[in-house]
């Protein structure tokens, strides 16, 4: 990930420029912004009326109310946001397999979500995690922080365990503000899943979970014998490959896959599956498009 | 438990060969691929619902299979049979009749020999542990020592073959070492060849009637009115009830085939008379051919017709009408009368006659010399004799044989010098004097030692006989002997043997003489350095051909035991054990597809 035009093809970033990231929840940013915020101010959106009280700033009052019925009401609109994004891309051991790695087809996404972030005036922040956060990237805002959030991206390197309840315990235990969360990972995490969204869900954050698998992790090709060995932990496990074999273990990775997205589901995040040898753009500007998480 | 083919030790040492084999393999199968994966985490939870069996139990059981699946096999190869008990132990006299006649065919493609060989077999199966066994023959071609184990029972019966010559003899089972268990002798025999049996034998038949066609008689003679041609005389005999088309044929050198339909009754004898003139001299071959023939060895025999059947014989003389005429009268001989000033000019003669000449070198050819002169090479006559009488000679010798010479008068003679000199004095005077001698050494000579002029001899009637006794014995070659199909002892010391049908032939030295073994009818050729000798070997036995002339019923063979008797289920345990590894087989390869075994 020398430079975006590398990343990315000219024509693709010019459609991404024109896609912004939706929340379906008002957001919760301080600073001025593109997304609908639950405080209300100098916006464009009418959303009350009230009582003038005294301080307020008399350029909102309804004058023609005044005129009618003799009373100070004054008019409140929605004040819009910035949007906090955090993404979150998983650095563990076992990103590293696949042709092409699922490390770089995370990267990539993340990438692409990272750089409309910051055209939209979103506040980004990267964290690379494992077993806990592995190294991450504090807020930024504004074009000019797309070169180095893609150097950050660029820096990192898959290693270690996954750990997903402790990163998110450990990222999220400090004070974050409310904003969306997306997550870049195989979710081949030895720990409940169901663990972890506790995290997300207790601090109300919006989730996009990209599930990456590589096309060997889907369809396995195993010869008669085989010994297995764990990137993550170095374990091994022989077995003898067999059609009923293949045929259990497809389906219990779609038993797995499945699990989260309903945990997603039913939290109202959008969970979606990538596949390293899937068409990228294809991803970005279709699938994320119908899931309503990019317009 | 005991095994057919192996003994226990081979079986056990088979079984562990195999059991190591197996183990081998399991311990150089090649270790499985490593592969590296993202997480092993699905492929844990996958593995353990399906695992049922520890994987180390699934190597060892898996290794248990292939051993047992391995031995089994082996065990079976080495043909156990049940420890079961079986009746009382004795031991067994097995005997085993190869006469020729049990060469004979059976209706189902074996012969005789071969159904009594497989009830001795059937015999030793059925035995009780514990017994053991002795294997003989009629005509001594295995002889077994002493009581042995069943497996050496076997090997003595695999060597027992058709014995072709000799008289077959019931062997003399006294002398074997009595045991402590019963005793029981057992003879397995076609009931055709006339043998003095013991009481108490139980004779196991193999006996089957069939048709058989053999030559009893063939040979070749001279015609009386033409001695330069012969004929052959070949008998045949039908050993079966109903009468038998045939084809009598003759084969040998110079000419095709001669063939002859003949009819031969049953039961009965048929003659066929071909002439062989036309052969060249040699062996002859005779052969009856019959659309249903139950033995072979009587099929075949062989002739020998003479070579010399033409005489070239050279008369030097200086003049002896009476000596020609008489030498014209043999058909055989074509003469050449020539002058002794002529001899030594050329021509190629089989025998000479000297009529008072004596040239200083021996010819090649043999010669009859009248008054021989003197020279270094025959006999040199002393001063002559006045009216010597013949008081002696050897009628049995070859050139005398129906020569009377009682009635030779002898006006003068001399006597033949007998001393150092390798030769056979014929006749002698009163006095003790030689007046004819011979030399068998070649070339052959005969000396008279008067000539024709000095005697009467000319004018009896035994003079052309001893011309023609003469002659025959001056030509003759070596004598063709003959012999029966089998062992034969030829006289000839570290000699070998060919055949023209057979080849090649095994034989044996033995002091002055050599044993050669000839399998069926054959002309046979010895040859020894410096010396030969032709042998004819025939059948030519009308009790070898006569398959049928046994007091045994035909059919099945009676007295037998079953091939394998009181086997679980009817079958030997061998198949069983077989089975069984088929069955453990089939299941290692369900239980390897259904990954329970590795």
């Not at chain 1, 995370?106 to 979103?122: C, E, K, T």
């Not at chain 2, 049940?82 to 209706?107: H, I, K």
Request: proline share 6%; hydrophobic share 45%; net charge neutral.
């Amino acid at each position: 990930m020398s430079t975006t035009r590398s990343l990315f093809s000219e024509n693709f970033l010019r459609r991404l420029e024109h896609l912004r990231l939706v929340t379906r929840r008002p957001v919760a940013g301080h600073l001025r912004g593109g997304h609908r915020s639950r405080r209300t101010g100098s916006g464009m959106v009418f959303a009350d009326y009230r009582q003038y009280a005294s301080g307020d700033d008399t350029h909102h009052l309804d004058w023609g109310i005044f005129m009618r019925l003799d009373r100070l009401i004054l008019r409140l609109f929605e004040e819009e946001a910035d949007l906090p994004v955090y993404l979150l891309v998983d650095a563990s051991a076992s990103m590293a397999h696949g042709q092409p790695r699922k490390f770089d087809f995370a990267r990539q996404i993340g990438a692409a979500l990272a750089y409309l972030s910051l055209l939209n005036y979103d506040r980004v922040s990267v964290v690379a995690w494992s077993d806990g956060v592995a190294a991450e990237l504090p807020m930024r805002r504004g074009r000019t922080q797309v070169w180095p959030l893609f150097r950050f991206l660029e820096g990192m390197e898959p290693a270690d365990g996954t750990d997903l309840a402790a990163t998110l315990r450990g990222f999220f235990g400090a004070s974050r503000t409310r904003g969306l969360v997306i997550l870049l990972s195989d979710f081949l995490d030895r720990g409940a899943f169901d663990a972890a969204a506790h995290w997300l869900r207790q601090f109300r954050h919006e989730v996009v979970a990209f599930q990456v698998l590589s096309p060997e992790e889907m369809e396995p090709q195993l010869p008669d014998e085989a010994v297995l060995v764990d990137e993550e932990t170095g374990a091994s496990l022989a077995l003898e490959a067999s059609a009923d074999l293949l045929r259990d273990y497809r389906a219990a990775l779609e038993e797995h896959c499945r699990g989260i997205e309903a945990q997603c589901r039913r939290q109202g995040w959008t969970y979606l599956l990538a596949r390293t040898d899937a068409p990228f753009e294809d991803l970005m500007l279709g699938a994320l498009r119908r899931e309503g998480v990019l317009r | 438990m005991n095994f057919v083919t192996l003994s226990p030790a081979l079986a056990a040492a088979l079984a562990a060969s195999a059991a190591l084999v197996v183990v081998g393999f399991y311990l150089l199968r090649p270790p499985p691929q490593r592969l590296r994966v993202a997480s092993t985490l699905l492929w844990e939870r996958v593995v353990a619902a399906r695992r049922r069996v520890n994987q180390r139990w699934r190597w060892w059981l898996s290794l248990l299979l292939a051993l047992i699946i391995a031995v089994g096999l082996a065990l079976a190869v080495a043909g156990p049979e049940s420890d079961a008990p079986r009746g009382e132990r004795r031991d067994l006299l097995l005997v085993v009749d190869n006469s020729p006649t049990m060469g004979a065919w059976r209706s189902d493609g074996r012969t005789r020999l071969d159904h009594a060989l497989d009830a001795a077999r059937a015999e030793i199966a059925a035995a009780p542990p514990g017994a053991r066994f002795h294997v003989a023959d009629t005509m001594r071609t295995a002889s077994g020592a002493g009581l042995v184990e069943a497996t050496e029972a076997r090997a003595a019966l695999d060597r027992i073959g058709a014995g072709l010559g000799g008289q077959p003899t019931f062997p003399d089972l006294s002398l074997l070492p009595a045991g402590e268990a019963g005793r029981e002798t057992v003879f397995f025999t076609d009931g055709v060849s006339p043998m003095a049996l013991p009481e108490g034998l139980r004779r196991v038949s193999v006996f089957e009637a069939g048709p058989n066609l053999g030559i009893t008689a063939f040979g070749i003679r001279a015609l009386a009115t033409d001695a330069t041609r012969h004929e052959a005389f070949v008998e045949i005999a039908n050993a079966g009830g109903a009468a038998v088309e045939a084809v009598v044929s003759i084969s040998g050198p110079g000419r095709a085939a001669q063939r002859r339909s003949v009819k031969v009754p049953g039961r009965g004898f048929a003659s066929v008379t071909l002439s062989v003139s036309d052969f060249g001299g040699g062996a002859l071959r005779a052969a009856v051919e019959t659309a249903d023939d139950r033995l072979e060895l009587d099929d075949v025999a062989y002739a020998f017709l003479p070579l010399n059947r033409v005489l070239r014989v050279g008369l030097v003389t200086p003049g002896n009408a009476t000596l020609e005429r008489a030498l014209r009268l043999d058909p055989r001989v074509r003469l050449t009368v020539m002058a002794p000033s002529r001899y030594g000019r050329g021509g190629s003669f089989d025998a000479w006659v000297f009529d008072r000449f004596t040239p200083p070198a021996a010819p090649l050819a043999p010669v009859l010399v009248f008054r021989p002169g003197e020279a270094d090479w025959i006999t040199p006559a002393s001063r002559p004799v006045a009216a010597p009488a013949v008081a002696s000679w050897l009628p049995d010798q070859p050139v005398l044989d129906n020569v009377s010479l009682a009635d030779v008068q002898l006006d003068r003679a001399a006597a033949l010098r007998t001393a150092d000199r390798p030769v056979e004095v014929l006749a002698r005077s009163a006095d003790g004097q030689a007046l004819i001698t011979a030399s068998a050494r070649v070339p052959r000579w005969v000396a008279t030692g008067f000539s024709l002029d000095d005697t009467n001899f000319s004018a009896q009637a035994s003079f052309p006989v001893f011309l023609a006794n003469t002659m025959q014995w001056l030509t003759e070659d070596n004598p063709v002997r003959a012999a029966g199909v089998g062992l034969v002892r030829a006289p000839l010391a570290a000699a070998r043997a060919s055949g023209v049908s057979a080849g090649s032939l095994v034989t044996r030295p033995v002091p002055g003489a050599t044993l050669v073994s000839v399998p069926t009818p054959d002309f046979v050729t010895l040859e020894a350095p410096g010396e030969r000798l032709r042998m004819l070997v025939n059948v030519l036995d009308p009790a070898v051909t006569d398959i049928n002339a046994s007091d045994l019923p035909s059919g099945p063979d009676a007295g037998a035991r079953p091939a394998t008797p009181q086997q679980p289920g009817g079958m030997p345990v061998w198949w069983w054990v077989a089975l069984a590894a088929a069955a453990l087989l089939l299941a290692e390869w369900v239980a390897f597809h259904r990954r329970w075994t590795v």
